[in-house]
Protein backbone atom coordinates (compact mmCIF):
# COMPACT_ATOMS: atom_id res chain seq x y z
CA UNK A 1 0.00 0.00 0.00
CA UNK A 2 2.80 2.48 1.16
CA UNK A 3 4.57 1.89 -2.04
CA UNK A 4 2.13 2.53 -4.26
CA UNK A 5 1.46 6.03 -2.51
CA UNK A 6 4.45 6.53 -2.96
CA UNK A 7 4.60 5.83 -6.60
CA UNK A 8 1.76 7.79 -7.51
CA UNK A 9 3.30 10.66 -5.91
CA UNK A 10 6.22 10.85 -7.89
CA UNK A 11 4.42 10.24 -10.75
CA UNK A 12 1.82 12.78 -10.40
CA UNK A 13 5.25 15.22 -9.47
CA UNK A 14 6.38 13.91 -12.93
CA UNK A 15 3.20 15.05 -14.81
CA UNK A 16 2.85 18.37 -12.92
CA UNK A 17 4.65 20.89 -14.86
CA UNK A 18 4.30 19.07 -18.57
CA UNK A 19 4.52 21.10 -21.36
CA UNK A 20 3.29 20.32 -25.52
CA UNK A 21 6.24 19.58 -27.82
CA UNK A 22 5.72 20.66 -30.98
CA UNK A 23 8.99 19.93 -32.41
CA UNK A 24 8.03 16.12 -32.52
CA UNK A 25 5.56 17.01 -35.45
CA UNK A 26 7.19 16.69 -38.44
CA UNK A 27 8.97 13.45 -37.50
CA UNK A 28 5.24 12.07 -36.40
CA UNK A 29 3.75 13.18 -40.02
CA UNK A 30 6.35 11.69 -41.73
CA UNK A 31 5.90 8.19 -39.63
CA UNK A 32 2.25 8.09 -40.36
CA UNK A 33 2.62 9.05 -44.14
CA UNK A 34 5.73 6.57 -45.40
CA UNK A 35 5.64 4.14 -42.20
CA UNK A 36 1.60 3.82 -41.72
CA UNK A 37 -0.23 4.83 -45.14
CA UNK A 38 -1.85 7.43 -43.42
CA UNK A 39 -2.39 10.60 -44.82
CA UNK A 40 -5.75 11.97 -43.04
CA UNK A 41 -5.11 13.49 -39.37
CA UNK A 42 -7.34 14.35 -37.11
CA UNK A 43 -5.97 16.91 -34.61
CA UNK A 44 -6.49 17.43 -30.94
CA UNK A 45 -9.30 14.56 -30.37
CA UNK A 46 -9.12 11.95 -27.88
CA UNK A 47 -5.98 10.44 -28.62
CA UNK A 48 -4.44 13.69 -28.47
CA UNK A 49 -5.79 15.16 -25.35
CA UNK A 50 -7.66 18.01 -26.85
CA UNK A 51 -9.70 18.73 -23.68
CA UNK A 52 -7.01 18.28 -21.61
CA UNK A 53 -5.27 21.07 -23.38
CA UNK A 54 -5.47 25.12 -23.18
CA UNK A 55 -7.05 27.07 -26.08
CA UNK A 56 -3.29 28.05 -27.00
CA UNK A 57 -2.23 25.01 -26.85
CA UNK A 58 -4.53 23.81 -29.24
CA UNK A 59 -4.40 26.53 -31.43
CA UNK A 60 -0.12 25.76 -31.60
CA UNK A 61 -0.61 22.47 -32.19
CA UNK A 62 -2.85 23.03 -34.46
CA UNK A 63 -1.01 25.08 -36.67
CA UNK A 64 2.20 22.82 -36.22
CA UNK A 65 0.21 19.96 -38.30
CA UNK A 66 -1.14 22.40 -40.82
CA UNK A 67 2.30 23.34 -41.32
CA UNK A 68 4.29 19.89 -40.95
CA UNK A 69 1.30 18.22 -43.08
CA UNK A 70 1.75 21.16 -46.31
CA UNK A 71 2.49 18.72 -49.31
CA UNK A 72 2.51 15.55 -47.07
CA UNK A 73 -1.31 14.97 -45.56
CA UNK A 74 -4.21 15.17 -47.90
CA UNK A 75 -6.65 16.40 -44.54
CA UNK A 76 -5.70 18.11 -41.44
CA UNK A 77 -9.29 17.75 -39.43
CA UNK A 78 -8.89 20.47 -36.65
CA UNK A 79 -11.08 18.97 -33.63
CA UNK A 80 -12.60 22.13 -32.00
CA UNK A 81 -14.84 21.15 -29.48
CA UNK A 82 -14.89 22.53 -26.10
CA UNK A 83 -16.94 23.14 -23.08
CA UNK A 84 -18.02 26.23 -23.59
CA UNK A 85 -19.54 28.06 -26.72
CA UNK A 86 -16.57 31.24 -27.20
CA UNK A 87 -13.78 28.67 -26.97
CA UNK A 88 -15.21 26.28 -29.52
CA UNK A 89 -15.95 29.32 -31.77
CA UNK A 90 -12.72 30.64 -31.38
CA UNK A 91 -10.93 27.82 -31.88
CA UNK A 92 -13.22 27.08 -35.61
CA UNK A 93 -12.17 30.45 -36.45
CA UNK A 94 -8.20 29.81 -35.81
CA UNK A 95 -8.62 26.39 -37.75
CA UNK A 96 -9.78 28.19 -40.69
CA UNK A 97 -7.66 31.11 -40.85
CA UNK A 98 -4.43 28.55 -40.45
CA UNK A 99 -6.06 26.91 -43.34
CA UNK A 100 -7.16 23.55 -41.77
CA UNK A 101 -9.11 20.96 -44.02
CA UNK A 102 -12.17 21.04 -41.92
CA UNK A 103 -13.32 21.29 -38.31
CA UNK A 104 -15.12 18.75 -35.91
CA UNK A 105 -16.35 19.35 -32.61
CA UNK A 106 -17.66 16.96 -29.47
CA UNK A 107 -21.22 18.09 -27.90
CA UNK A 108 -20.49 19.84 -24.67
CA UNK A 109 -20.32 17.12 -21.94
CA UNK A 110 -20.96 19.27 -18.44
CA UNK A 111 -23.93 21.19 -19.49
CA UNK A 112 -25.03 18.64 -21.99
CA UNK A 113 -27.37 19.24 -24.54
CA UNK A 114 -30.98 17.24 -24.09
CA UNK A 115 -32.24 16.95 -27.27
CA UNK A 116 -31.21 17.61 -31.21
CA UNK A 117 -32.51 21.17 -31.55
CA UNK A 118 -30.04 21.90 -28.52
CA UNK A 119 -26.66 20.11 -29.91
CA UNK A 120 -27.75 21.37 -33.54
CA UNK A 121 -27.88 25.21 -32.16
CA UNK A 122 -24.30 24.74 -30.77
CA UNK A 123 -22.23 22.98 -33.39
CA UNK A 124 -24.47 25.79 -35.80
CA UNK A 125 -22.76 28.45 -33.67
CA UNK A 126 -19.50 26.54 -34.38
CA UNK A 127 -19.39 25.67 -37.33
CA UNK A 128 -20.98 29.26 -38.91
CA UNK A 129 -16.97 30.36 -37.69
CA UNK A 130 -15.80 28.23 -40.41
CA UNK A 131 -17.72 28.86 -43.35
CA UNK A 132 -15.49 28.02 -45.71
CA UNK A 133 -14.44 24.25 -44.50
CA UNK A 134 -16.35 21.32 -44.17
CA UNK A 135 -17.80 20.07 -40.47
CA UNK A 136 -18.14 17.13 -38.75
CA UNK A 137 -20.09 16.06 -35.40
CA UNK A 138 -17.57 14.04 -33.50
CA UNK A 139 -19.66 11.57 -31.56
CA UNK A 140 -18.43 9.88 -28.78
CA UNK A 141 -21.03 9.40 -26.14
CA UNK A 142 -18.82 6.73 -24.15
CA UNK A 143 -16.77 9.87 -23.41
CA UNK A 144 -19.13 12.84 -23.43
CA UNK A 145 -22.37 10.61 -22.42
CA UNK A 146 -24.49 12.72 -25.37
CA UNK A 147 -26.21 9.82 -27.02
CA UNK A 148 -28.74 11.66 -29.31
CA UNK A 149 -29.52 9.35 -32.26
CA UNK A 150 -27.29 10.33 -35.26
CA UNK A 151 -29.79 9.21 -37.52
CA UNK A 152 -31.92 11.58 -36.23
CA UNK A 153 -29.43 14.13 -36.26
CA UNK A 154 -28.81 14.05 -39.79
CA UNK A 155 -32.36 14.51 -40.84
CA UNK A 156 -31.95 18.31 -42.73
CA UNK A 157 -28.78 19.00 -40.77
CA UNK A 158 -27.59 20.49 -44.10
CA UNK A 159 -30.38 23.44 -44.18
CA UNK A 160 -28.89 24.39 -40.63
CA UNK A 161 -25.27 23.63 -41.29
CA UNK A 162 -24.58 24.45 -44.75
CA UNK A 163 -20.90 23.46 -43.85
CA UNK A 164 -21.95 19.33 -42.46
CA UNK A 165 -19.96 16.87 -44.44
CA UNK A 166 -20.13 14.29 -41.65
CA UNK A 167 -19.70 12.46 -38.26
CA UNK A 168 -16.64 11.00 -36.56
CA UNK A 169 -18.66 8.29 -34.84
CA UNK A 170 -17.23 6.49 -32.25
CA UNK A 171 -19.93 4.57 -30.96
CA UNK A 172 -20.38 1.04 -30.81
CA UNK A 173 -23.89 1.44 -31.80
CA UNK A 174 -24.13 0.00 -35.64
CA UNK A 175 -27.61 -0.61 -36.06
CA UNK A 176 -27.58 3.67 -36.01
CA UNK A 177 -24.88 3.46 -38.02
CA UNK A 178 -26.30 1.53 -40.87
CA UNK A 179 -29.47 3.44 -40.77
CA UNK A 180 -27.66 6.57 -41.50
CA UNK A 181 -25.42 4.99 -44.09
CA UNK A 182 -28.87 3.89 -46.01
CA UNK A 183 -31.07 6.64 -45.30
CA UNK A 184 -28.80 9.40 -46.05
CA UNK A 185 -26.85 7.43 -48.91
CA UNK A 186 -28.04 10.32 -51.49
CA UNK A 187 -26.71 13.23 -49.37
CA UNK A 188 -22.94 11.58 -49.29
CA UNK A 189 -22.07 12.41 -45.83
CA UNK A 190 -18.64 11.15 -44.74
CA UNK A 191 -19.45 8.85 -41.92
CA UNK A 192 -15.66 7.85 -40.31
CA UNK A 193 -16.21 5.05 -38.13
CA UNK A 194 -14.53 5.36 -34.35
CA UNK A 195 -14.72 1.87 -33.08
CA UNK A 196 -11.30 -0.15 -34.43
CA UNK A 197 -12.08 -3.31 -33.10
CA UNK A 198 -15.40 -3.33 -34.96
CA UNK A 199 -14.25 -1.48 -38.23
CA UNK A 200 -14.67 -4.26 -40.49
CA UNK A 201 -18.26 -4.90 -39.11
CA UNK A 202 -18.86 -0.88 -39.77
CA UNK A 203 -17.20 -1.22 -43.23
CA UNK A 204 -19.76 -3.94 -44.31
CA UNK A 205 -22.49 -1.46 -43.78
CA UNK A 206 -20.78 1.11 -45.49
CA UNK A 207 -18.45 2.98 -43.63
CA UNK A 208 -16.65 5.75 -45.90
CA UNK A 209 -13.24 5.41 -43.20
CA UNK A 210 -12.41 5.69 -40.18
CA UNK A 211 -10.51 7.78 -37.27
CA UNK A 212 -9.01 5.92 -33.94
CA UNK A 213 -6.25 5.63 -32.05
CA UNK A 214 -4.37 2.73 -33.39
CA UNK A 215 -3.98 3.72 -36.77
CA UNK A 216 -1.32 5.65 -35.47
CA UNK A 217 0.75 2.35 -35.27
CA UNK A 218 -1.47 0.10 -37.02
CA UNK A 219 -2.33 2.30 -40.06
CA UNK A 220 -0.84 -0.68 -42.47
CA UNK A 221 -2.58 -3.78 -40.92
CA UNK A 222 -6.16 -1.62 -41.70
CA UNK A 223 -5.24 -0.17 -45.04
CA UNK A 224 -4.55 -4.13 -45.97
CA UNK A 225 -7.82 -4.56 -44.02
CA UNK A 226 -9.57 -1.60 -46.20
CA UNK A 227 -7.84 -3.01 -49.48
CA UNK A 228 -8.74 -6.44 -48.44
CA UNK A 229 -12.30 -5.94 -48.37
CA UNK A 230 -12.71 -3.97 -51.38
CA UNK A 231 -11.28 -6.79 -53.43
CA UNK A 232 -13.64 -9.03 -51.96
CA UNK A 233 -11.65 -10.81 -50.23
CA UNK A 234 -13.38 -11.64 -46.73
CA UNK A 235 -11.11 -14.37 -45.30
CA UNK A 236 -8.01 -11.77 -45.53
CA UNK A 237 -10.03 -9.09 -44.02
CA UNK A 238 -11.74 -10.76 -41.15
CA UNK A 239 -7.92 -12.23 -40.20
CA UNK A 240 -6.47 -8.31 -40.17
CA UNK A 241 -9.66 -7.98 -38.07
CA UNK A 242 -9.07 -10.56 -35.86
CA UNK A 243 -5.83 -9.62 -35.04
CA UNK A 244 -6.02 -6.39 -34.05
CA UNK A 245 -9.05 -7.58 -32.28
CA UNK A 246 -6.79 -9.59 -30.31
CA UNK A 247 -4.34 -7.15 -29.84
CA UNK A 248 -7.00 -4.98 -28.52
CA UNK A 249 -8.95 -7.32 -26.37
CA UNK A 250 -5.53 -8.24 -24.53
CA UNK A 251 -4.57 -4.65 -23.84
CA UNK A 252 -8.03 -4.03 -22.98
CA UNK A 253 -7.75 -6.68 -20.20
CA UNK A 254 -4.33 -4.91 -19.11
CA UNK A 255 -6.23 -1.40 -19.14
CA UNK A 256 -6.30 0.64 -21.71
CA UNK A 257 -6.68 4.24 -22.77
CA UNK A 258 -5.51 7.24 -23.80
CA UNK A 259 -2.07 7.03 -21.48
CA UNK A 260 -1.21 3.74 -23.01
CA UNK A 261 -2.05 4.21 -26.48
CA UNK A 262 0.75 6.81 -26.29
CA UNK A 263 3.30 4.39 -24.67
CA UNK A 264 2.55 2.37 -27.50
CA UNK A 265 2.92 4.65 -30.04
CA UNK A 266 6.31 5.95 -28.56
CA UNK A 267 7.60 2.01 -28.46
CA UNK A 268 6.97 1.44 -31.96
CA UNK A 269 7.84 4.33 -33.71
CA UNK A 270 10.62 5.96 -31.35
CA UNK A 271 9.04 8.87 -31.41
CA UNK A 272 8.96 10.70 -27.66
CA UNK A 273 5.06 10.85 -27.52
CA UNK A 274 5.58 11.89 -23.92
CA UNK A 275 3.26 11.14 -21.28
CA UNK A 276 -0.46 12.22 -20.95
CA UNK A 277 -1.57 15.06 -18.73
CA UNK A 278 -3.16 15.04 -15.16
CA UNK A 279 -5.50 13.28 -14.48
CA UNK A 280 -4.24 10.20 -16.50
CA UNK A 281 -1.36 8.72 -15.58
CA UNK A 282 1.93 7.34 -17.24
CA UNK A 283 1.36 3.73 -18.45
CA UNK A 284 3.42 1.30 -16.48
CA UNK A 285 6.32 -0.59 -17.77
CA UNK A 286 5.09 -3.71 -17.50
CA UNK A 287 2.19 -2.73 -19.63
CA UNK A 288 4.50 -1.41 -22.07
CA UNK A 289 6.66 -4.30 -21.88
CA UNK A 290 3.36 -6.97 -22.34
CA UNK A 291 1.95 -5.30 -24.69
CA UNK A 292 4.98 -4.87 -27.28
CA UNK A 293 5.16 -8.79 -26.57
CA UNK A 294 1.71 -9.42 -27.85
CA UNK A 295 2.41 -7.22 -30.79
CA UNK A 296 5.65 -9.03 -31.68
CA UNK A 297 3.60 -12.09 -31.28
CA UNK A 298 1.16 -11.15 -34.37
CA UNK A 299 3.89 -10.42 -37.14
CA UNK A 300 1.05 -10.58 -39.51
CA UNK A 301 -0.05 -6.87 -38.00
CA UNK A 302 3.49 -5.48 -38.49
CA UNK A 303 5.13 -6.86 -41.01
CA UNK A 304 3.77 -5.71 -44.80
CA UNK A 305 4.88 -7.28 -48.40
CA UNK A 306 7.43 -4.79 -49.73
CA UNK A 307 5.85 -2.51 -52.66
C1 LIG B 1 -12.80 6.18 -26.76
C2 LIG B 1 -11.62 6.23 -27.70
O1 LIG B 1 -10.56 6.61 -27.31
N1 LIG B 1 -11.88 5.84 -28.93
C3 LIG B 1 -10.82 5.83 -29.94
C4 LIG B 1 -10.72 4.44 -30.54
O2 LIG B 1 -9.75 4.46 -31.56
C5 LIG B 1 -10.29 3.44 -29.48
O3 LIG B 1 -9.09 3.84 -28.86
C6 LIG B 1 -10.09 2.05 -30.08
O4 LIG B 1 -11.23 1.67 -30.80
C7 LIG B 1 -9.83 1.04 -28.97
O5 LIG B 1 -11.00 0.87 -28.20
C8 LIG B 1 -11.15 6.84 -31.06
O6 LIG B 1 -12.47 6.74 -31.45
C9 LIG B 1 -10.81 8.25 -30.58
C10 LIG B 1 -10.24 9.07 -31.65
O7 LIG B 1 -10.32 8.77 -32.79
C11 LIG B 1 -9.60 10.35 -31.31
O8 LIG B 1 -8.43 10.35 -30.97
O9 LIG B 1 -10.29 11.37 -31.36
Redesign the pocket.
Known amino acids: MLSTKGSVSREVTRLRSRKINLSVIGQYVDYLVDKQGVKNV?VN????E?LALSSQERKQLAEEWVNQGKKKLEHVII?VGALSLPESKELARHAAEIGASGISAIAPFFFKPTNKGALVAFLREVASEAPHIPFYY?H?P??TGVKICIEDLLDGIKKQIPTFQGV?Y?DTDLLDFAQCMDKYNKEQFLLLY?????LLSALAVGATGA?????NYLGQANNMMFQAYANQDFALARKYQFCIGEF?SFV?KLG???AQ?KAIMTSLSGIPMGPPRLPLMSASEEFITKAKAKLDSLPFLTTYPAK
Request: proline share 3%; net charge negative; charged share 10%.
Open positions: FGTTGGHYIPLKSGVDEQVGSTYLFFGVT
